[in-house]
């Protein structure tokens, strides 16, 4: 398996050169993030934590995710001992319901919190930012700040940098449009299934090949009428926020851009005006994977983030 490079150098690269033993072990088998609730930025949520050395990792998710989707990420870094946490966002997930007014700023305040928590427990050292979607965006503010100990971002198709395609796709879907205004109440063994055909539709590349248990899991969270639709609705109230959400200027750290070649809800349109401002920024675009690489890729995201930044030249 191996990647393209589309950065600064715009260098095109062969098959990935693995500097890192990432296939299962005996350990990785046994080491899991532990699980706990948290009040961060004045949202009571859930954190997956993993233990381990280097500058600590915070994942952020998706639009309508949780941190679940980080799961085989961290099974992947729990083999090399490198410190993760990922984090369910205000109103996602097991978190609590945002609150009314603008959303960013809600989940900026988990953000800058998250970043805290997760460099104290690591003796004060910087915090990569992974963030996938809207957690790409999230991780994109939170590096524009000269506060936050912020050593690093890797925003994975990051929304907000071109306003096209991902809610419109989510709301024109028939199966969507049958739960929205269907005359009859729709049962929630058939909510889940169509919750769970459009996230297979939508966010893999290869929808057969799909983990179940990441499937089972976002279903989960909202498999119910009432739940999918509000989760529509807050992606309705969402739009107007990313039209313009950044000060691209402002980030001082290194970045890397990180998108599936076959991403069907964020197009890559927005990413040159990100490396054309931030010094120190690259993309690479990973073949034969969707909107979310670190459920679909997760070794190969992995060794990324693991060399992750490389030294200044």
């Known amino acids: 398996m191996g990647f393209m490079s589309l ?63 980080w799961r085989p990420l961290l099974s992947e870094l729990a083999a090399t001992g490198r410190g993760a946490m990922a984090v369910d966002l205000t109103g996602f997930g097991t978190a609590s319901p945002l609150e009314a007014g603008d959303m960013l700023p809600q989940w900026d305040a988990l953000v800058t919190d998250a970043v805290a928590h997760a460099s104290e427990g690591a003796g004060g050292e910087d915090v990569i930012i992974v963030g996938n979607s809207l957690g790409g965006a999230l991780s994109l503010r939170a590096a524009q700040r ?112 990180v998108w599936g070649e076959h991403d069907r809800m964020v197009y890559t349109d927005g990413a040159e005006r990100v490396l054309r401002i931030v010094d120190y920024s690259d993309i690479e675009i990973i073949p034969a994977c969707g909107h979310c690489p670190q459920v679909e890729v997760p070794e190969l995201l992995a060794e990324m983030l693991l060399r992750f930044p490389e030294p200044r030249e």
């Open 7 to 69: 950065g600064r150098s715009r260098r095109q690269a062969g098959p990935l050169e693995r500097s890192f033993v990432l296939s299962p072990t005996r350990q990785s088998r046994t080491l899991r993030a532990d699980e706990r609730r948290l009040e961060l930025g004045g949202t009571e949520t859930r954190v997956l934590e993993l233990e381990g050395e280097g500058p600590p990792l915070l994942l952020l998710h998706g639009y309508a995710d949780s941190a679940d989707t």
């Open 146 to 257: 000269a506060d936050l100990p912020v050593g690093g971002i890797v925003p994975i198709a990051p929304a907000g940098l071109h306003m096209a395609r991902w809610f419109s796709i989510i709301e024109s879907t028939q199966l969507v449009r049958m739960l929205r205004y269907s005359p009859f109440p729709v049962p929630e063994g058939v909510v889940r299934q169509i919750v769970a055909r459009v996230y297979r539709e939508l966010a893999f590349h290869d929808r057969a090949g799909a983990d179940p248990g990441i499937v089972d899991s976002f279903v989960a969270h909202i498999g119910t009428i009432e739940r999918s639709m509000g989760v529509l609705d807050i992606g309705r109230r969402l739009l107007p926020e990313l039209e313009d959400p950044f000060e691209l200027g402002r980030i001082d750290c290194p970045l890397l851009l």
